[in-house]
Each structure stands twice: as C-alpha cells, then as structure tokens.
C-alpha cells in the first residue's frame, strides 16, 4: 500500500481508537465509527443524545465536572483521565481520555480521543484489591507485633520479680543455712516452691494462648450439667457466692476441657471482679438451630465504654484489680475467644456499669462444625 | 506552622475590601486565576487552598476534624483571624460555598458579603420535602466507587500548560507541579463529605448579605437547587448564568466578574 491508498476518512472513521469532538458544554459535534460500535449507539442516536456527559456514570459525572473540565479550561489539555461510559445496553465501558481544546477565532472545542481500558481496567482492580491486602496484612502484623511486645514486658516483669525474690530467698539460705531451724527452712522451701508453681502456671496460659490445639469431639453427646457443677464447686468451695446453673440436661459433645476452660474462666472472672458483697453469678442455655448459647450473667462493676475494645485482647489487663487486689495478666479471655473464634463461634457481651456484665457465647452445633 | 504555610495562602493586589477566594472539590486556588486579575486591581485578594487539597500541608489533614464541614469553615475564620482581615467578602465555589455559609453562621461579623458559586447544600433528592438535588442514593454509591478507579487519574503526574508568572518563575513552578493533584486517599473523604453533607438547615441562618450563582446547565446542581438556597437567605440575590458547567470562573469568567461586580457596588 503507497500514500495514495489512503483513506483519511476511512482511517479517522476506523482508527482503533474512539474520537469524539464537543462543544464547551459537552455537546456532540462528531463521532468516529469506532467509538459508536464500542458503545452500541449509531451516530445518529448519539447526536440525538446530544451530550457526551449524558453517557458517563454519576461518579464519572462529578469527576469531569470538578477535575476533568477545570483542567481542560486552565490548561486546554487534559490526559490519562478515566471515566465510565454507559453503553446502549447498560454495560459499563471504562475509558481512557486524552483531550485538547481545539480553537479558531472565537469558536472552541474539544476533542477527545478515547481508550478503550477494559483489561487494564481488570488488571487495575486486581492491584487495588492486592494493595488493599497488603494494606490489612500490614495491620495485622502491625497488631500482632503490638501483642508480642506487650507478652515481651509481661513475661520479663511478671517472671522476673517472684524469680528474683526466689533467688534472693535461696541466697539467704544458702548463707544462713547454720543458723536457721528446720522448720524456718521448710517454710522458705514452701515459699519457693509455691512462687515456682504460679510461675509455670504463667507459662502454662502462655502456651496454650499460642498453641494450635486440635477440637477433639466426643463420640457420643454427654448432659453438661454435672460438669457446670464442678466448675461451679472448684471456684465456690467455700460456698459463699450465689451461682446459678441450668437444671435441664444439656447435650453436647464437645470435650469437658473446652468447657472446663470456657466457662471456668468466665465464672472466676465473674467472681474475682464483683464488688457487691453478695456476688451472684447466673449460667443459662438456649439451643437453636445452628447454635448451642451459653450465657454467663453477673452482678458486678460491669465494663467501662473505653475498654469494651480491650477485653478480649491478650495482655491487655484493665486498671481494675479483682477483689483479692490482683491485677490479671490478661490473658484468661484472649483465650477464651480464641478457642471459641477456632470452632468459628462467637463471645461478645452486653454491660451496664453498676449492675453487671452478660457475656454470650454462641457455638456451632457439632454436626455444623467445620472440618 | 502559620496559616500562610498551612494553607498555602497567597495574599495579592491592593485595597481596603478583602476577598477571600476558597476553591471547590477536587482542584486548588489557581481555579480562580481567571477572575483574580480583575479584582487585583481594587481589592485585597486572599487565596488559599483546602486543607488536604492542592499545596496545603495535608499532614495536618485530620480526618475527624474534617468529617463535616465545619472542621473547613473552622479554618476560614482562622485565616481571617491570623491575618487580622476586616470583615471579608468570601467567595465560595460549590462545597467551599457551604464552608463560607458555616463560617458566616459562626461569626457573621467577620464577612461583609458572601458570594456563593454553584452551591448545593444537599446533592440527593428527597421526594418527602419535594427537594430536588440532582443526585439519587445510588449516584452517590457510585461516586466513591468511581474516585476508587481513579486512583491514578488523582497520582499520575499531570504537566500542566499554565502561564507563569514571568518574574516569580519558582512560584509558577510550584502551581505547575499541584495544579489540581491531590491525594487521592483525602479526596475520596472530602467527596464523601462534599457531597453527602446535609446543610439545608443552616441556610436561613445567614445573615451576610448574599450572592447566589447558578449555572444552566449544570449537572452538579439544577437550578432549583440554586433557586431553594435564594429562597432560604433572606438577605441573597439570585443571579442565573447562561453559561454550561460547574465552574462559570473558568468557563465564562468575564459573565462572573460582571455579576460580582454588580453585587458587590449595590
């Protein structure tokens, strides 16, 4: 093909590239072929439309009006500038615009040549969604890092001091051994042994916070009731707090150390944090159709606003001590939620300061348990 | 840090009124370039941009400060009170119009007029009231969605054909380089705020003295939105301009000095 076959015309109407010239308001003054087949319209009914901005989507609207026309006016150009246009059909046909203002005399125009970016818009998609992602992996991490520096200073300052006075014990024993009675030696060895006892108590809830335990189901359903019994009895040995279980029997089949653990520490919590003279603590059970609902209702402090984000955080303790004037480590409900988020279960609460605290913990039926 | 350095406020021309020129959603101070020139020439000129747009120093961008409107209205009494200005003329294109109308209703003895350019105090219709806003519920989904694809019409460098100053080239350069950048992360709040701000109630407020400018067409607010905002003001002048388009001082910035003009002498 030489010079002399070309077609300008042809070329204009057919450039694999969409072409439109408008007035100042957006008024269509021509149209190339290939944007009209791109979008469904002959070239009559898009000048019966009349306005190109007629054809964007509301978004794309307000941007052409508070970006893209502002720019066209002050710097008769305007690139890389992405709209939405609305095909005859109501697909949406994303687009790519370069424009310029085009002036003879007094008369202006612009005209816009048009890109069609339906892959690169797909590919664009994928990148804000991986942005997104990175955005929340950063922010997990960023928490997680958050909670191991906090286990950090816990461990070094709740191991260090009994540790310390341990050894200072031992030293003075070590030194005085001599003069010291038998019975004075047995007390310090008590001493030592019981802080050495708390300690891997510590160390215990450290490890099963982090570790991966596998939810072993009975093989047949248990009735619950004799085991809330139990929980009930170890945190209530003297029999001075009023708790109230369920009479009915309730089946399940998760194991007894799930419980032990879920509703033991609920309990306790209900207890150790109650500043009325006579704690009541009351532990009921519904069953729906896709839930067992345990509630563990007391009569306590009940939860501040502000620390309502904080309960369930691993060693995050609140400034509140319990009534035997201890802080916890934290750690008692960020396991708790763990374990019951692991069988994709739920705990939250309902708290009214002055009158107490109704935690709700919502576990799938076993048969609905994920796999 | 000063509100100069804050806001990128540049101060111009000589006279004892003062205008205070405040830029609409998504561009910056040099929308008004067109319309300055003539001004310049009678009156004192404060230009600043948005906080979070053009060259405004977007670390103070705080996004529960300016999760309404009245965080920027805050920042326009500021300004004025920094820089000690008598009682200003504000002229306040599309949001900045409802900025100036939240800054008048604070403290109404700081504004001798105020103009307000294409203003829309609600974009969505509400056919309980009758109101029209030019907006469905729907459109508005549709704009978030829409800044979200234009994330990199907002980045992506944009070399601007601008005139500069000639003998404050560093200073033309600087606009060359923000002219109508923003972050898109800012932008995309300030549109939510923009445009799903409800303001209606604070219009019969005013007691400044007002100018309100509508354009037809203009498919950011029918003209019976310019029409409510006139019946709101008791104290407004309604001036209706032929001219297509949300920015009549770029599109027909001659018919804008004109009405001003008029406005301000009567």
Redesign the interface.
Do not use: N, W
């Given at each position: 093909m030489t010079a002399n076959h070309l077609n300008y015309e042809e070329i204009y109407d057919k450039a694999p590239i969409g072409h439109l010239v408008c007035g100042?308001?957006?008024s269509i003054i021509q149209v190339n072929q290939t944007l009209c087949d791109w979008i469904g319209y002959s070239r009559k009914e898009l000048l019966e439309i009349k306005n190109w901005?007629n054809l964007l989507?509301?978004?794309?609207?307000?941007?052409?009006?508070?970006?893209f026309?502002?720019?066209l006016?002050?710097?008769?150009?305007?690139?890389?500038?992405?709209f939405?246009l609305r095909k005859k059909n109501g697909n949406i046909l994303?687009i790519l615009v370069n424009a310029k203002l085009l002036q003879k005399n007094e008369e202006k125009a612009y005209s816009l040549y048009i890109f069609d970016i339906t892959q690169r818009?797909e590919y664009?998609?994928e990148l804000?969604y991986l942005r997104k992602k990175a955005e929340q992996t950063t922010k997990e991490l960023t928490e997680r890092n958050e909670e191991l520096k906090r286990l950090a200073a816990t461990i070094a300052h709740d191991l260090k001091s009994p540790i310390a006075s341990v050894y200072t014990t031992a030293i003075y024993l070590q030194e005085n051994i001599e003069e010291i009675s038998s019975e004075q030696i047995q007390q310090f060895l008590e001493l030592i042994s019981k802080s050495i006892k708390n300690q891997i108590d510590f160390i215990d809830k450290i490890l099963n916070y982090y570790r991966d335990g596998k939810l072993e189901l009975t093989e047949k359903a248990y009735n619950l009731v004799p085991l809330l019994r139990e929980i009930v009895r170890n945190v209530n040995l003297e029999n001075k707090f009023e708790i109230e279980i369920p009479n009915e029997p309730i089946l399940v089949r998760y194991p007894d150390v799930f419980f032990q653990h879920v509703l033991g520490n609920l309990v306790s919590n209900a207890i150790k944090y109650c500043d009325k003279p006579k704690v009541k603590v009351k532990i009921s059970y519904e069953k729906t159709n896709d839930f067992h609902i345990f509630y563990v209702e007391d009569n306590g402090k009940g939860i501040k606003e502000e620390d309502k984000e904080k309960v369930f955080q691993p060693f995050v303790t609140l400034k509140t001590k319990d009534r035997f004037n201890k802080h916890g480590h934290g750690l008692g409900l960020a396991i708790v939620k763990r374990m019951i988020e692991k069988v994709e279960g739920k705990i939250s609460f309902e708290s009214q300061i002055g009158f107490g605290t109704k935690f709700k913990i919502e576990l799938p039926l076993e048969e609905k348990l994920p796999h | 840090m000063n509100v100069i350095e804050k806001y990128f406020v540049n101060v111009l021309g000589n006279g004892t009124e003062t205008i205070l020129f405040a830029h609409g959603y998504g561009c910056n101070q040099s929308m008004w370039r067109y319309v300055v020139p003539e001004f310049e020439k009678t009156h004192k000129i404060v230009l600043y941009d948005l906080m979070g747009c053009g060259n405004s120093k977007t670390e103070y961008y705080d996004y529960q400060k300016y999760s309404s409107l009245n965080g920027h209205a805050q920042d326009v009494l500021d300004i004025i009170e920094e820089l000690k200005l008598p009682p200003v003329i504000f002229v306040g294109h599309s949001v900045s119009a409802m900025i100036g109308l939240l800054a008048c209703n604070k403290k109404p003895e700081k504004f001798s007029h105020l103009v307000m350019v294409c203003p829309n105090p609600y974009f969505i219709n509400e056919p309980s009231s009758s109101y029209t806003g030019g907006f469905s519920e729907q459109d508005l989904k549709e704009i978030s969605e829409s800044l979200d694809s234009n994330y990199l019409g907002w980045t992506s460098y944009i070399t601007p054909v601008i005139a500069g100053t000639p003998d404050k080239p560093e200073v033309a350069e600087e606009l060359k380089n923000s002219f109508c950048r923003n972050d898109p992360e800012i932008a995309k709040h300030f549109a939510k705020i923009s445009f799903g701000s409800d303001l209606r109630a604070e219009l019969p407020h005013c007691k400044v003295k007002t100018l309100v400018i509508q354009t037809v067409p203009d498919a950011l607010a029918p003209v019976s939105v310019g029409e409510y905002v006139h019946k709101q003001i008791s104290n407004s002048t309604l001036k209706i301009l032929h001219t297509p388009g949300h920015a009549p001082h770029l599109s027909d910035p001659k018919k804008l000095i004109e009405v001003m003009t008029e406005f301000l002498s009567s």
């Open positions: 100042l308001d957006g901005v989507t509301m978004g794309s609207k307000i941007y052409y009006e508070t970006h026309y502002p720019l006016l002050i710097q008769c150009a305007a690139f890389e500038i992405h939405d994303p818009r664009e998609k804000m | -």
